[in-house]
């Protein structure tokens, strides 16, 4: 007789271990990457710890050096880090059309990421070094210096770029 409960028990010890996988895999909050239809293509608000990074996938848990990218169509695209951002958009069809919105340190803002003034010595999350302000001062470049550094693999990643801005920095 204990024979012929033992499938019985087996099959229902599964089904019941299949279940609790499922029911804890619902309560999951799924990781944003993308979002479709920003037809006005103006920077939309990140909710930490639940977007990702559309670069490297990382979870984007600080909106310092935050930006994203928008497509004529309305998509739009997240990173935590510049470098990925440039990256990323340099092997898009779009890049020269897409808006680029960043989070400004000096502001707290979202500013055009095309008209903003880029440092090159800060701690990010990815060590490109990049980070983005409003306002113009003295040692801070442009989008496409900034994006040309990155290309080149001219950033902090770097030992001998990273000794050589950290000098400069103590100066």
């Known amino acids: 007789m204990k024979k012929n409960f033992l499938p019985i028990f087996l099959v229902f ?6 279940v609790v996988v499922f029911i804890s895999m619902s309560n999951v909050q799924s990781m944003v990457v993308r979002i479709d ?11 930490l710890n639940h977007y990702q990074d559309s670069d490297c996938g ?12 928008i ?10 880090d510049f470098s990925g951002l440039v990256n990323w958009v ?3 069809s ?4 897409a ?19 880029y440092t090159r ?22 989008f496409e210096q900034m994006r040309l550094y990155i290309l080149r693999g001219e950033t902090m990643i770097n030992p001998a770029i990273k000794k050589q801005l950290l000098e400069l920095k103590t100066k």
């Open 71 to 80: 497509s004529p169509k309305g998509v739009t695209w997240f990173f935590h």
């Open 121 to 142: 010595d800060e701690i990010t999350p990815m060590e490109s070094g990049f980070g983005a302000y409003t306002n113009k001062k003295d040692g801070l470049i442009t």
């Open 90 to 92: 340099e092997s898009k």
């Open 37 to 47: 239809g920003n037809i006005d293509k103006k920077p939309l608000e990140i909710k």
């Open 58 to 69: 990382m979870v984007i848990d600080d909106i310092k050096y935050a930006s994203q990218v």
């Open 13 to 18: 010890g599964i089904i019941v271990i299949i």
């Open 99 to 117: 808006i680029i919105w960043v989070h400004a340190i000096d502001t707290n803002n979202w500013i055009d990421g095309k008209k903003a003034w």
């Open 94 to 97: 779009f890049k020269d059309e």
